[in-house]
């Protein structure tokens, strides 16, 4: 027999928890002293209790609680399964329901803070170097977004104003910022937002050098090269105001040897143990250190200095490849702070990743 006390350091049930699932008719304990009032309980209660509280934790209704534990001390594992299958039914369905709610609370956030965005009524063309354009593609279609509860962020922006065009995808984990020069506009602020399908597209046509044309004409784009062409509908959502994401404070710089630091990412540890959902996927962290002389090093476990960054480590092995640089420069601010990843040779084109949180 266990007391109230050893039953609830056992089963992670508090005492004054266990004293009401008792009142709920959920979890009654073997047996009460008379006198004392003092509760007591069975050595098979104890699978039943850690039960409980899993059940708990999981947001399961008591009513449904209690069918499941007298399903289990019965060994009815059919009912305990239905009942299981069924409560996880509903926590999806309310998921469901919670992410459209916020996409449209955010799509709304996004109007409001972005109210000078352009409506796309007026045609605009231009030219722009097939190389320059490709590379700007490259740098920033591993950050888009896949999310279809998030449709504003699934495509690429393309952010037109005067003689330069900036190219941005986000997933809200990480960012790709790239720049391309063009010639012909000249004009007030355009954006576009082009689905990936057709930036893909888009990148398909730009492995030459000829010149080509890129015109937005309403709410369509077409790229025109020779005489291929892709062409589309953008996206009829507002993307997030970038500009005030990308405004980080001045961190620390290091320099890396990019197959090296790739390499020592590939095979050095992550925290197996303390794996993390980013948007309901498992992943893999690798932990970094800035070491005194700049260098930057992944950590072993039980390194829990509070500066170094947790990263997605297949995020990090994405964005080192989309630099397209044996050299790149990784930016860290406080461990709490995106982790940006630069090219040398300018500013204008880099990518950010959100790190991850190692507290339980």
Not at 31 to 46: K, R
Not at 67 to 85: F, Y
Request: glycine share 6%.
């Amino acid at each position: 027999m266990r007391s109230i006390g050893e039953m609830a350091q056992d089963s992670g049930l508090s005492v004054s928890a266990l004293r009401f699932y008792d009142g709920a008719g959920v979890l009654a304990p073997a047996w009460v002293d008379p006198v004392s009032g003092y509760c007591w309980y069975g050595p098979e209660q104890l699978e039943e209790a850690q039960l409980l509280a899993r059940l708990r934790r999981a947001g399961m209704p008591l009513a449904d609680i209690r069918l499941v534990l007298a399903g289990w001390s019965s060994a009815d594992t059919d009912l305990v399964r239905k009942l299981l299958q069924a409560h996880l039914c509903r926590l999806e369905l309310g998921l469901s329901d919670a992410r459209i709610e916020f996409s449209a609370v955010r799509a709304i956030l996004e109007r409001r803070e972005n109210p000078m965005a352009l409506l796309h009524t007026d045609a605009v063309r231009m030219a722009v170097s097939a190389p320059e354009l490709a590379a700007a593609l490259d740098a920033v279609r591993f950050a888009a977004s896949t999310d279809p509860e998030l449709p504003m962020l699934g495509g690429v922006l393309f952010d037109i104003e005067g003689e330069s065009l900036q190219v941005v995808a986000t997933d809200r984990y990480r960012m790709a910022v790239a720049h391309a020069a063009t010639a012909g506009h000249g004009g007030s602020r355009v954006q576009v937002t082009v689905p990936i399908p057709l930036a893909d597209a888009m990148r398909a046509l730009l492995n030459g050098e000829e010149p080509l044309q890129l015109a937005v004409d309403g709410a369509r784009m077409t790229l025109e090269t020779g005489d291929r062409q892709a062409a589309g509908q953008c996206l009829d959502h507002d993307f997030p105001d970038y500009r005030r994401l990308v405004r980080l404070p001045a961190g620390r710089r290091s320099l890396v040897d990019v197959p090296a630091f790739r390499e020592a990412l590939e095979t050095g540890p992550v925290r197996a143990s303390e794996v993390r959902k980013q948007d309901c996927v498992p992943c893999d962290l690798s932990v970094l250190k800035v070491a005194t002389d700049g260098s930057v090093t992944v950590c072993e476990d039980g390194d829990d200095d509070p500066n170094n960054v947790a990263v997605n480590r297949e995020f990090l092995l994405h964005a080192l490849a989309a630099g397209a640089r044996d050299q790149l420069i990784l930016e860290f601010g406080a461990p709490t702070a995106p982790l940006a990843i630069r090219r040398s040779d300018t500013e204008n084109t880099f990518s950010m990743l959100m790190p991850v949180s190692l507290d339980n």
